[in-house]
């Protein structure tokens, strides 16, 4: 095992994007240390391709889980359905889905909330600014009714 050219790298890149397998497993696969191959991704001539071996890799799996939610579920001799493997079946999604969300969130995450709280100094006294609109009378006509009738 070796320095691992760009040809080689797309080979690994292409078997992670089409398989379960991660990126340090499917390096292995192709017969490389998956060290070398995480090395690889930071360079400027690779990263794009693992990049984009990623991104296909997400739809790999959200394919997949589409076929396994398809699946019509083994009946026994009396027509039942097989309840183990329906549970299994939906746990496989489950992790599925739990794995798309934490791989690539922006796509396939819950929805994504960002919190700011925005403090703003007023840059002049209030007292200032409601004379210049020409009195506590004239602010609240301007205002409609925004500050209190105190003045």
Same mark, same amino acid.
């Given at each position: 095992?070796?320095?691992?050219n760009?040809?080689?790298?797309?080979?690994?890149?292409?078997?992670?994007?089409?398989?379960?397998?991660?990126?340090?497993?499917?390096?292995?696969?192709?017969?490389?240390?998956?060290?070398?191959?995480?090395?690889?991704?930071?360079?400027?001539?690779?990263?794009?391709?693992?990049?984009?071996?990623?991104?296909?890799?997400?739809? +790999?799996?959200?394919?997949?889980?589409?076929?396994l939610?398809n699946?019509?579920?083994?009946?026994?001799?009396?027509?039942?359905?097989?309840?183990?493997?329906?549970? +299994?079946?939906?746990?496989?999604?489950?992790?599925?889905? +739990?794995?798309?969300?934490?791989? +690539?969130?922006?796509?396939?995450?819950?929805?994504?909330?960002?919190?700011?709280t925005?403090?703003?100094?007023?840059?002049?006294?209030?007292?200032?600014?409601?004379?210049?609109?020409?009195?506590?009378?004239?602010a609240?006509?301007?205002l409609?009714?925004?500050?209190?009738?105190?003045?």
């Amino acid at each position: 095992m070796s320095a691992i050219n760009a040809e080689q790298f797309d080979a690994i890149c292409d078997h992670y994007a089409t398989s379960i397998d991660g990126f340090q497993t499917s390096a292995v696969k192709c017969g490389h240390k998956g060290s070398t191959a995480y090395d690889m991704i930071k360079r400027d001539d690779c990263s794009g391709k693992y990049a984009q071996a990623h991104d296909l890799k997400m739809f +790999w799996m959200f394919e997949e889980m589409h076929r396994l939610i398809n699946l019509v579920p083994p009946t026994d001799d009396n027509g039942k359905t097989d309840n183990g493997w329906v549970t +299994w079946r939906k746990n496989q999604v489950d992790l599925l889905k +739990w794995t798309l969300s934490k791989l +690539w969130p922006k796509r396939f995450g819950e929805r994504i909330e960002h919190e700011t709280t925005v403090r703003v100094a007023p840059s002049e006294n209030i007292d200032a600014v409601i004379e210049r609109m020409g009195g506590a009378k004239a602010a609240r006509e301007i205002l409609g009714g925004a500050i209190g009738n105190s003045r």
